[in-house]
Nanobody, 123 residues
Framework: VQLQASGGGLVQAGDSLRLSCTDS????????WGWFRRAPGKEREFVGS????????DYSDSVKGRFAISRDIAKTTVWLQMNNLKPEDTAIYYC?????????????????WGQGTQVTVSS
C-alpha cells in the first residue's frame, strides 16, 4: 500500500484548499480512511474519517462545518476539502487507511499512512 497525499500549500485565512490522498496500491477495500494533522509543537490530531463503502463521514469539532471528506472509488482517492481556513489549521496533514478498532479518531487504529502535506494559513 502506498498512500500519496498532496494539495497542501500556503494560503490566507478564509481561503480554501483541497487535499487528496491516493492509494497507489489500490487497497481500497479498506473500510475506513482518516485524515489527521500535526501542528508545530502539538500531538497528531484527528480531523475526520470516511467509510469507503457507505461514504459516511465523521469530523472533529474543530473542523466540522468547514471541512468535508469525500472519495472516488474509481480513482481510489480520498479528498479533504477545507474551507474558511484559519491560522490554527496550520499543520502537516496526513491521510491514513486500513482502520481496525472502535474509535475512528484514534491514530493507532490505522495501519497505512501517507507522507503528509503541509498546510500553512496566514492571518
Amino acid at each position: 500500500v502506498q498512500l500519496q497525499a498532496s494539495g497542501g500549500g500556503l494560503v490566507q485565512a478564509g481561503d480554501s484548499l483541497r487535499l487528496s490522498c491516493t492509494d497507489s496500491g489500490r487497497t481500497f477495500r479498506s473500510s475506513i480512511w482518516g485524515w489527521f494533522r500535526r501542528a508545530p509543537g502539538k500531538e497528531r490530531e484527528f480531523v475526520g474519517s470516511i467509510a469507503w463503502t457507505q461514504s459516511n463521514t465523521d469530523y472533529s469539532d474543530s473542523v466540522k462545518g468547514r471541512f468535508a471528506i469525500s472519495r472516488d472509488i474509481a480513482k481510489t482517492t480520498v479528498w479533504l476539502q477545507m474551507n474558511n481556513l484559519k491560522p490554527e489549521d496550520t499543520a502537516i496533514y496526513y491521510c491514513a487507511s486500513n482502520f481496525s478498532g472502535d474509535d475512528f479518531s484514534r491514530s493507532s487504529g490505522y495501519r497505512y499512512w501517507g507522507q503528509g502535506t503541509q498546510v500553512t494559513v496566514s492571518s
